[in-house]
């Protein structure tokens, strides 16, 4: 693999000019100069492009974009301007997703283990369902009922189909042995219903499942859509939610289904299980990984002579931790010269204290590759920034959105005053620590 870096891994909009490549009519060594680097790039014409091939493909109302994938204000303003609905995660999300301007009523609350404070702000709010994990979760929301008189709202349950799939183990769900949901099995999701049925705080509005991540092959999608959809029948609800998980390109030469591919199979799947209602799911990844691209500046190249060279560039696994927590593999390019064959080999590493902050173990990279050089490693829009870390106490990268030949920067690099925004440098005998009822209160 010593070819350029092929079209299908770069934003819809990405062009060769005069500068090099160029996304959203705007050169990404312009971007560098900028907005400095480490730097998320996004094209907002291809996330809003993937959204409207989702909604085509599923219908209005039928897709909640899975903002665990790629979350800023601006991000929640795209996807519910194009009339998605939004899943999320946590109380965190939740905030942001009503300060992007999605009305509560096109947001769906998810959660192994949600605080009693993240349920009583969606129940408060009016989130359009929340997907129940738990028996304990039932337990609170009938509390949080009781106690502090909230209406009844309306759940999913959260099935484990008992079928897993995905790239790697920590992205496998829906298998038995998972910490999501009720399982099929032993009978314990149908006595789900049973309690969500008699109970004055909750109204049954639908089963859900997500089978895993980053699918490739549409049959393990349809295959736990299939065993949710025999139980929704059972069950007798009137919504189906069939999960996230469509894979995207990483490399060059993976072959990746469509959004119309994944409903046709979706569909076929749950219609053989007797099921004729609507369908929902909720692809992250598929909307914002190939969107976006991150940009680094190359510090430091080491040949060691005959082992291999290192590639050393000014972010890594604090900007982007799937290589170390997934084996993800990424490809990269110099955005100065995109055609450019690629014949050097080397490891693309961080700038992080230790040897496991490696971005790409066997990079392909042009021969002229030197220090100072941009860099670009593309398909890092999803569960890139999302997982960012401060590791090292490095500030997190910018984020920007181009379009038409515009460029605006969407979440601002962190400072190295924002890294000290949170310490609490007080002296030894101070009180540092809130009164217990104040804990409670929070929880
Ligand atoms: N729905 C639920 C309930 C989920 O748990 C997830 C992802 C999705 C939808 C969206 O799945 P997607 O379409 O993005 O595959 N950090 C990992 C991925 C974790 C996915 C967690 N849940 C990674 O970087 O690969």
Same mark, same amino acid.
């Given at each position: 693999?010593?070819?350029?870096?092929?079209?299908?891994?770069?934003?819809?909009?990405?062009?060769?000019?005069?500068?090099?490549?160029?996304?959203?009519?705007?050169?990404?060594?312009?971007?560098?100069?900028?907005?400095?680097?480490?730097?998320?790039?996004?094209?907002?014409?291809?996330?809003?492009?993937?959204?409207?091939?989702?909604?085509?493909?599923?219908?209005?109302?039928?897709?909640?974009?899975?903002?665990?994938?790629?979350?800023?204000? %601006?991000?929640?303003?795209?996807?519910?301007?194009?009339?998605?609905?939004?899943?999320? %995660?946590?109380?965190?999300?939740?905030?942001?997703?009503?300060?992007?301007?999605?009305?509560?009523?096109?947001?769906?609350?998810?959660?192994?283990?949600?605080?009693?404070?993240?349920?009583?702000?969606?129940?408060?709010?009016?989130?359009?369902?929340?997907?129940?994990?738990?028996?304990?979760?039932?337990?609170?929301?009938?509390?949080?009922?009781?106690?502090?008189?909230?209406?009844?709202?309306?759940?999913?349950?959260?099935?484990?189909?008992?079928?897993?799939?995905?790239?790697?183990?920590?992205?496998?769900?829906?298998?038995?042995?998972?910490?999501?949901?009720?399982?099929?099995?032993?009978?314990?999701?149908?006595?789900?219903?049973?309690?969500?049925?008699?109970?004055?705080?909750?109204?049954?509005?639908?089963?859900?499942?997500?089978?895993?991540?980053?699918?490739?092959?549409?049959?393990?999608? %349809?295959?736990?859509?299939?065993?949710?959809?025999?139980?929704?029948?059972?069950?007798?609800?009137?919504?189906?939610?069939?999960?996230?998980?469509?894979?995207?390109?990483?490399?060059?030469?993976?072959?990746?289904?469509?959004?119309?591919?994944?409903?046709?199979?979706?569909?076929?799947?749950?219609?053989?299980?007797?099921?004729?209602?609507?369908?929902?799911?909720?692809?992250?990844?598929?909307?914002?990984?190939?969107?976006?691209?991150?940009?680094?500046?190359?510090?430091?190249?080491?040949?060691?002579?005959?082992?291999?060279?290192?590639?050393?560039?000014?972010?890594?696994?604090?900007?982007?931790?799937?290589?170390?927590?997934?084996?993800?593999?990424?490809?990269?390019?110099?955005?100065?010269?995109?055609?450019?064959?690629?014949?050097?080999?080397?490891?693309?590493?961080?700038?992080?204290?230790?040897?496991?902050?490696?971005?790409?173990?066997?990079?392909?990279?042009?021969?002229?590759?030197?220090?100072?050089?941009?860099?670009?490693?593309?398909?890092?829009?999803?569960?890139?920034?999302?997982?960012?870390?401060?590791?090292?106490?490095?500030?997190?990268?910018?984020?920007?959105?181009?379009?038409?030949?515009?460029?605006?920067?969407?979440?601002?690099?962190?400072?190295?005053?924002?890294?000290?925004?949170?310490?609490?440098?007080?002296?030894?005998?101070?009180?540092?620590?809130?009164?217990?009822?104040?804990?409670?209160?929070?929880?």
């Amino acid at each position: 693999m010593s070819s350029a870096i092929t079209p299908d891994l770069l934003p819809l909009t990405a062009e060769t000019g005069p500068a090099g490549l160029a996304v959203g009519r705007v050169p990404l060594t312009e971007l560098a100069r900028r907005f400095g680097t480490p730097l998320f790039v996004y094209d907002e014409e291809h996330l809003r492009q993937r959204c409207r091939e989702a909604v085509a493909a599923f219908g209005r109302d039928s897709v909640a974009y899975a903002s665990k994938a790629f979350l800023c204000t %601006a991000m929640a303003r795209l996807v519910h301007e194009e009339g998605l609905l939004l899943d999320v %995660a946590s109380g965190g999300e939740l905030r942001v997703a009503l300060h992007g301007g999605a009305p509560a009523d096109r947001i769906v609350l998810h959660g192994n283990n949600k605080s009693d404070r993240e349920l009583r702000t969606a129940v408060s709010a009016g989130v359009r369902h929340i997907v129940v994990d738990s028996f304990d979760e039932m337990d609170r929301i009938e509390r949080l009922h009781w106690e502090s008189g909230l209406p009844p709202v309306r759940v999913r349950l959260r099935v484990a189909p008992g079928v897993a799939a995905g790239a790697h183990e920590a992205i496998r769900t829906g298998g038995s042995d998972s910490k999501f949901g009720f399982g099929l099995a032993g009978g314990v999701a149908s006595a789900a219903v049973r309690r969500t049925v008699s109970s004055p705080a909750m109204i049954l509005d639908g089963v859900h499942a997500h089978v895993g991540s980053q699918v490739l092959r549409t049959a393990e999608l %349809a295959a736990g859509a299939a065993a949710v959809a025999r139980f929704a029948c059972e069950a007798g609800v009137r919504g189906l939610t069939v999960g996230g998980g469509l894979g995207v390109a990483y490399e060059a030469g993976q072959t990746v289904p469509s959004f119309a591919d994944w409903a046709a199979g979706v569909r076929a799947a749950v219609r053989g299980a007797g099921w004729s209602g609507g369908l929902t799911v909720e692809p992250g990844r598929s909307i914002a990984a190939r969107a976006g691209l991150t940009l680094y500046r190359v510090g430091t190249i080491k040949r060691i002579e005959g082992v291999r060279t290192y590639v050393g560039v000014d972010g890594g696994m604090s900007d982007n931790p799937r290589p170390a927590l997934y084996d993800g593999r990424y490809e990269a390019f110099l955005p100065r010269c995109p055609e450019a064959e690629r014949p050097l080999r080397a490891r693309l590493v961080g700038k992080h204290c230790e040897s496991g902050d490696v971005l790409i173990d066997d990079a392909a990279l042009p021969a002229d590759l030197r220090v100072s050089d941009l860099l670009a490693t593309p398909v890092t829009g999803a569960y890139g920034y999302a997982m960012a870390s401060n590791y090292n106490k490095l500030p997190r990268p910018a984020v920007v959105f181009v379009r038409d030949g515009r460029a605006r920067v969407v979440v601002r690099r962190e400072t190295e005053e924002d890294l000290l925004r949170l310490d609490a440098d007080l002296p030894p005998d101070a009180d540092a620590f809130p009164a217990a009822g104040t804990v409670a209160a929070e929880r």
